[in-house]
């Protein structure tokens, strides 16, 4: 006959409590994309779970209509196209350790903090990571694709004070005729503006009057300072927006006009987050990473604007 054994004095998760690590990845994730910006933008690649450090992108070049003739064959299309490679080499961790006694005795706000903090701060490495991809925008490097906003079409120059300018209505359709020019798809294409520049447009009456904007009540931009549209073009608002100082020290910074397909997120990784209990330390160790990379896919299709940086 089986006999049943009760271990009165064992240990049970009420008593190990302070033992038992717990993984926080839901609360990580969850602010993660709560603070994304320029990754909710962009065209993303989905490559979790498959292996290579390296995703091929083809670029075909596209072809042309031939007139068809009486009594001949149609003409065949022979074009040749390119790739752009995508490297996934950036990998990120937020990592911290919670000793035993701060397990007891802290309140449940920590772990609010420390997984709202880890979500932050590997949303803002990967904006990092796609907005310095401007740098290199209209072929350029270190800006010198760049225009000015005052016109749209004076090239940057970081040469002695700089020539950075702010945005003015001119400014933003030069940039808009210069993508139609270069049939850039019209649609998914934003504006991503620093602070600054937000406060300039909003003194501009011709973004801000209600026959422009068509919005009424709380959402008017006169009222609460939201930008939404200009032109077809959604504008978002960044701090996350990169300084460049000219030759003279003067900072400018860039607002990011790009199309959608044209700036590139590859995720391997998504946000992991993993606990382990470390009796050396007396304490749980807590890793969140993430496991991606960033590439321009088309050069036409993404534009850096310098603007005083005040």
Same mark, same amino acid.
């Given at each position: ?6 271990? !009165? ?25 709560? *603070? ?9 690649? *989905? ?44 990998? +990120?961790? +937020? ?49 010198? $694709? ?16 700089? *020539? ?8 933003? &359709? ?24 937000? &406060? ?24 609460? $300072?939201?930008?939404?549209?200009? +032109? ?10 990169? !300084? ?42 807590? !890793? ?23």
């Amino acid at each position: 006959m089986a006999t049943s054994l009760a271990y !009165t004095n064992s240990f049970d998760v009420t008593d190990s409590g302070q033992f038992i690590p717990e993984v926080w990845s839901d609360d990580v994730i969850a602010s993660y994309k709560k *603070n994304l910006v320029l990754a909710g933008l962009v065209t993303v690649i *989905n490559h979790k779970g498959k292996k290579g450090d390296t995703i091929h992108v083809p670029q075909p070049a596209r072809g042309a209509a031939n007139a068809k003739t009486a009594n001949n064959v149609v003409t065949l299309n022979t074009t040749s196209g390119s790739t752009v490679d995508i490297s996934i080499d950036k990998h +990120y961790e +937020y990592s911290f350790v919670v000793e035993d006694i701060v397990e007891t005795q802290a309140l449940s706000s920590l772990r609010r903090f420390y997984t709202d903090d880890a979500g932050y701060a590997l949303a803002t490495q990967v904006d990092v990571d796609i907005r310095n991809l401007a740098a290199t925008w209209n072929s350029g490097t270190a800006y010198s $694709g760049a225009v000015i906003g005052s016109d749209g079409s004076t090239a940057y120059s970081g040469a002695g004070a700089g *020539n950075g300018a702010a945005l003015t209505d001119a400014g933003i &359709r030069r940039v808009i005729q210069t993508f139609d020019d270069d049939d850039v798809p019209g649609r998914d294409r934003v504006l991503v503006i620093p602070p600054v520049e937000k &406060r300039r447009l909003l003194g501009i009456a011709r973004f801000t009057e209600q026959a422009f904007v068509g919005e009424v009540g709380k959402g008017n931009s006169v009222r609460n $300072g939201f930008v939404g549209d200009l +032109y077809g073009v959604e504008v978002y608002v960044s701090s996350n927006i990169a !300084t460049v100082e000219s030759l003279n020290s003067v900072p400018y910074r860039p607002c990011l006009f790009f199309q959608k397909a044209s700036v590139c997120l590859a995720e391997q990784m998504g946000v992991r987050t993993q606990a382990q209990y470390k009796q050396e330390a007396l304490g749980t160790l807590v !890793t969140s990473d993430r496991l991606y990379g960033t590439k321009s896919l088309r050069s036409s299709g993404a534009l850096a604007i310098m603007v005083p940086s005040a």
